[in-house]
């Protein structure tokens, strides 16, 4: 994992992905894959948690298996189901040819061959490239006994099926758990993981992100997007926009050949950066141009 071996390289890795972070970020990442810890990474929606897993799954040329969570999501659901309609298959084929034996039946429609891996247990399989990244996505949406279940996973990265017995990783995955905080995640599965807090970034470090993700944007549009959205946050909302708002904001204003932010094209491309109406509406009128004149003044040399 040379790519990996200290936490400069980490940060320089992330970076030539595209992903930009700070030293504290680096180092919590360089720590998990050090000591072959999950990682568990906790902020409100569009800060960068998910795209952390995807970066360093291309920065170490690993796999990428995601796990969205949800809420009912049980175990079979994340780790395997029988293909049962090939399985029905398998059986009226036997019975038509008559003489089978059952148990010899039963055998081969428990088999790998009918077998349907989920997330969980494609994690746990060997790969030539090295153990896969698993994102766990979003845990906090799934119900507490599915969190007891994850316990088994990442603490002796191994999932049972009662079928086929106990399927141990020769390799631990590289493990990044998400939760946006819709609910409190249990102790013992934190217990498991290293911890870091994803913050919204300070404005130097957003714009570094904008540069990354829209490089075509110019210096002056990226600042005054970027100082838009910071004095955004400060208002009360119901839902803050965060980084990805930002990026997808400054694409949508490049796509229209808009050079300078206004209250009119504000007004027009809300929809980029709020997703509630309640918050759109509460920027109509004249509010636009009150949290523009905070931005642009913010952006005069003292």
Not at 80 to 106: C, H, K
Not at 151 to 177: C, M, N, W, Y
């Amino acid at each position: 994992m040379t790519q990996a071996d200290s936490i400069d390289a980490v940060q320089s890795m992330l970076g030539e992905q595209g992903y930009v972070c700070g030293r504290a970020l680096a180092t919590v990442v360089f720590l998990s894959l050090k000591l072959g810890r999950p990682l568990f990474l906790e902020g409100e929606a569009g800060v960068g948690k998910t795209e952390i897993a995807k970066a360093l799954a291309a920065g170490l040329n690993r796999r990428l298996i995601r796990l969205q969570c949800y809420e009912g999501l049980d175990a079979s659901s994340a780790v395997y189901e029988w293909n049962f309609p090939a399985q029905m298959v398998a059986i009226r084929t036997a019975e038509a040819s008559g003489g089978t034996d059952r148990g010899a039946l039963q055998s081969e429609l428990f088999s790998d061959e009918y077998l349907i891996e989920r997330p969980l247990l494609q994690a746990m399989r060997p790969d030539e490239y090295g153990a896969p990244v698993l994102l766990i996505d979003e845990l906090d949406r799934t119900d507490e006994p599915f969190e007891a279940f994850l316990l088994e996973a990442l603490s002796d990265f191994q999932v049972t099926i009662p079928e086929l017995g106990t399927v141990k990783a020769p390799e631990p995955p590289i493990v990044i758990v998400t939760s946006n905080r819709t609910r409190e995640v249990h102790d013992a599965l934190k217990r498991r993981c290293l911890y870091h807090w994803v913050d919204y970034p300070d404005f130097d470090r957003e714009i570094e992100i904008l540069h990354a993700r829209a490089p075509d944007a110019a210096e002056a549009l990226s600042r005054e997007v970027v100082a838009f959205v910071q004095h955004l946050r400060t208002e009360d909302l119901f839902k803050k926009p965060g980084v990805a708002e930002t990026i997808d904001w400054a694409k949508c204003l490049l796509a229209l050949d808009v050079i300078n932010l206004s209250p009119e094209v504000i007004g027009d491309t809300l929809g980029a950066i709020l997703k509630y109406q309640d918050d759109i509406q509460k920027l109509q009128g004249s509010e636009a141009k009150r949290i523009l004149d905070q931005a642009k003044a913010s952006l005069e040399p003292v």
